[in-house]
């Protein structure tokens, strides 16, 4: 009834705080761009990314994020189109997640310029790997046998976020750099660099601030005199002394 617009979960006060979030500032320059993780394990891992990016990052923690999205769409900017970038599980219900996420957000008011699924394919992992960490999804419909069949590995098989990786620690950086490969050239780093250098100015105190001026100013205005001096005594009709033959100054 939520989904249909008959009522929202705020007007019966309920509010989905149980699902991880880290949004962005709205004055953040990729402040339009959201990362949907499908599970806490694996936003834990990439959620490094936000403070990083100064991008938003939302953990689905699974089905079912209505109240979640209804939280996002009062959040957001509700003037801006956002980017909306899916890390799922390469599975049937990992596709199926992400596709119910992006149409719930724009049914529940998100106004999403751009959905892309950043893949985890059979391809990141080494043979070694795909022998160990695939795994046999439940085919609970005619949908997941048709995935299986045309997506799946030997048509069986899929792969789970944190099959990425050797370790614990390697896991967490090779999905980062999974999601900075699929979006790094769309960040802004020159224009997060002058944003913060020139919020780093802004901070200094006044008084430090003139007297840095009046240091440099003083410095410029010693060099200029003893440059001008230089070229003086170098002209024609001037004495070592410094006098003017013609008007003896």
Same mark, same amino acid.
């Given at each position: ?7 929202? *979960? ?30 806490? +394990? $694996? ?9 990083? *990016? ?23 900017? +509700? ?120 919020? $780093? ?33 170098? $002209? ?14």
């Amino acid at each position: 009834m939520v989904k249909n617009g008959e009522f929202t *979960y705020s007007d019966l006060n309920i509010i989905d705080a149980s699902r991880e979030r880290a949004l962005a500032d709205a004055e953040s320059v990729e402040a339009d761009k959201i990362l949907f993780v499908e599970k806490d +394990s $694996a936003y834990l891992k990439v959620k490094p990314l936000a403070d990083r *990016y100064e991008l938003s990052v939302v953990s689905g923690s699974g089905w079912q994020a209505t109240a979640l999205i209804e939280d996002l769409a009062r959040e957001l900017d +509700s003037d801006t189109e956002y980017t909306l970038y899916l890390l799922t599980d390469y599975d049937p219900t990992g596709f199926e997640i992400a596709e119910d996420f992006a149409s719930r957000s724009e049914q529940l008011g998100v106004s999403l310029d751009e959905v892309r699924r950043i893949e985890i394919n059979p391809e990141h992992l080494s043979d070694g790997q795909l022998e160990t960490q695939r795994f046999t999804p439940p085919a609970q419909s005619e949908a997941d046998r048709e995935w299986l069949e045309t997506h799946g590995i030997e048509g069986t098989y899929g792969i789970e976020l944190e099959a990425i990786g050797e370790d614990l620690q390697s896991k967490g950086e090779a999905l980062q750099r999974l999601v900075v490969d699929e979006i790094g050239d769309e960040i802004d780093e020159h224009e997060r660099r002058k944003r913060t250098l020139q919020q $780093a100015v802004n901070e200094i105190p006044e008084q430090a601030t003139n007297s840095i001026v009046e240091s440099i100013v003083g410095d410029l205005r010693r060099e200029l005199v003893s440059r001008g001096r230089e070229m003086y005594l170098d $002209a024609p009709g001037v004495h070592e002394n410094g006098i003017d033959d013609e008007t003896g100054v």
